[in-house]
T-cell receptor, first 115, second 119 residues
Framework: KQEVTQIPAALSVPEGENLVLNCSFT??????LQWFRQDPGKGLTSLLL?????REQTSGRLNASLDKSSGRSTLYIAASQPGDSATYLC??????????????FGAGTQVVVTP | DVKVTQSSRYLVKRTGEKVFLECVQD?????MFWYRQDPGLGLRLIYF???????EKGDIPEGYSVSREKKERFSLILESASTNQTSMYLC??????????????????FGSGTQLSVL
């Protein structure tokens, strides 16, 4: 079974610093990997989806990289702002037909950007 | 803009009550999902549906049932609410089977969540 890990569980950085968030997965045969943001008490918002054939995906200040061979994805947030404070989760879809729909989520990294 | 709407933001119910959580999406998505999220346990899939009247059990279906009579609406039912069902419930939808079709349409869109307290 695919396992998804996010370390560290929490991170605090001063405003303006670049954020680096890590996501590890145990089986490199993934279709894609998705990064989400969750504000306290709210639902998740999809930030980036990176396909298995891609090495990077960018949206504004966000850049996600994918290295399947090492089982890692990294989300970079440039020039962090207090508004970036949230929990960031990564997720990968299932590998087998008997697991359709069962996206595997990491536990998330809680980020605080201090002014 | 994509929209997944959950009918209640906060809900307080008594033990033994039958509880309905409603979710509506306006994107004509085939797939809809119900998750619960608890501190330290993360997101856990309860049920999902890949078409009208079709459903599949997730990882923790016990104590829950679902209904999908129309494509846009997916309901989660707690037949007899218990205190251990106090949780944040999140509905989500997506256009295609997770992982089955390689396309950018596989993004998962979530509602704002329903915080359910069972007393």
């Amino acid at each position: 079974k695919q396992e998804v890990t996010q370390i560290p569980a929490a991170l605090s950085v001063p405003e303006g610093e670049n954020l680096v968030l890590n996501c590890s997965f145990t089986d490199s045969a993934i279709y894609n990997l998705q990064w989400f943001r969750q504000d306290p008490g709210k639902g998740l918002t999809s930030l980036l989806l990176i396909q298995s054939s891609q090495r990077e995906q960018t949206s504004g200040r966000l850049n996600a990289s994918l290295d399947k061979s090492s089982g890692r994805s990294t989300l970079y947030i440039a020039a962090s702002q207090p508004g970036d404070s949230a929990t960031y989760l990564c997720a990968v879809p299932p590998l087998t037909t008997d697991s359709w729909g069962k996206l595997q989520f990491g536990a998330g990294t809680q980020v605080v950007v201090t002014p | 803009d994509v929209k997944v709407t959950q009918s209640s933001r906060y809900l307080v119910k008594r033990t033994g009550e039958k509880v309905f959580l409603e979710c509506v999406q306006d994107m004509d998505h085939e797939n809809m999902f119900w998750y619960r999220q608890d501190p330290g346990l993360g997101l856990r899939l309860i049920y999902f549906s890949y078409d009208v009247k079709m459903k599949e059990k997730g990882d923790i279906p016990e104590g829950y049932s679902v209904s999908r009579e129309k494509k846009e609406r997916f309901s989660l039912i707690l037949e007899s609410a218990s205190t251990n069902q106090t949780s944040m419930y999140l509905c989500a939808s997506s256009l295609s089977w997770m992982g089955r079709f390689i396309s950018t349409n596989e993004k998962l869109f979530f509602g704002s969540g329903t915080q359910l307290s069972v007393l």
